[in-house]
């Protein structure tokens, strides 16, 4: 159980494009999912907490206007890489928790998106 | 001071050794602690939770926390070379609903 899919898992596009990536929880519903970015040899860094129905809250330093996070449903929730340049190449995971379980629950992971932008 | 720390290694073990990681963390309000493992280019996979302070053993691993220490460390039996990888540790603290991981530590086994 607990499985979160991502799609796509791997983005290769020209600098200036606009990159929308999904992630499902397939066999549970989650009120919270997490997106985090990953740089080559350092940790994951939390963007952004998104909320189903409504905005979602980011981490100091996200630009907002930058990585667009639309949570519509219950099983999904989905980032847009707005105009990316070569520096937002990285690797995005997202994660999702349970709906109503409390904040000690595991969070669980999809299976993350390489993106690299030329 | 980083809010959760973990040494990077790489820690090398040989294989059916015990490989002992370990992790501290800044905010005395944690309430959850979790060790995931994270292959090279892969999303981390949970292993271990442990909430209480003391030992919680499921299978070969074993994690062990001390809150009054700041502690948290994750104990590896039998090490095996598919247990080479990175390991992290996150700290979620009740109030903010969010994890914190460390760096991770990378494990290598050797056969």
């Known amino acids: 159980g607990a499985v979160v899919s991502q799609h796509p898992s791997r983005v290769i596009c020209k600098s200036g494009t606009s990159v929308k990536i999904e992630c499902r929880s397939l066999?549970?519903?989650?009120?919270?999912m997490f997106w985090y970015r990953q740089f080559p040899k350092q940790s994951l860094m939390l963007m952004a907490t998104?909320?189903?129905?409504?905005?979602?809250?980011?981490e100091q330093g996200v630009e907002k206007d930058k990585f667009l996070i639309n949570h519509a449903s219950l099983t999904l929730s989905t980032l847009t890489v707005t105009s990316a340049h070569p520096e937002d190449s990285s690797f995005y995971i997202c994660?999702?928790?349970?709906?109503?379980?409390?904040?000690?629950?595991?969070?669980?992971f999809g299976d993350g998106t390489r993106l690299s932008i030329l | 001071q980083k809010e959760v720390e973990q040494n990077s290694g790489p820690l090398s073990v040989p294989e059916g050794a015990i490989a002992s990681l370990n992790c501290t963390y800044s905010?005395?309000?944690?309430?959850?602690f979790f060790w995931y493992r994270q292959y090279s280019g892969k999303s981390p996979e949970l292993i271990m939770s442990?909430?209480?302070?003391g030992d919680k053993e499921d299978g070969r691993f074993t994690a062990q926390l001390n809150k009054a220490s700041q502690y948290v460390s994750l104990l590896i039996r039998d090490s095996q070379p598919s247990d080479s990888a990175t390991y992290l540790c996150?700290?979620?603290?009740?109030?903010?609903?969010?994890?914190?991981f460390g760096t991770g530590t990378r494990l290598l086994v050797s056969p």
């Open positions: 996150a700290v979620a603290n009740t109030g903010f609903q969010k994890l914190v």
């Open positions: 066999d549970f519903q989650a009120t919270t």
């Open positions: 905010d005395r309000g944690s309430q959850s």
């Open positions: 998104s909320n189903e129905g409504s905005k979602a809250t980011y």
């Open positions: 994660s999702a928790r349970v709906a109503g379980s409390v904040s000690n629950q595991p969070q669980h």
């Open positions: 442990i909430y209480s302070n």
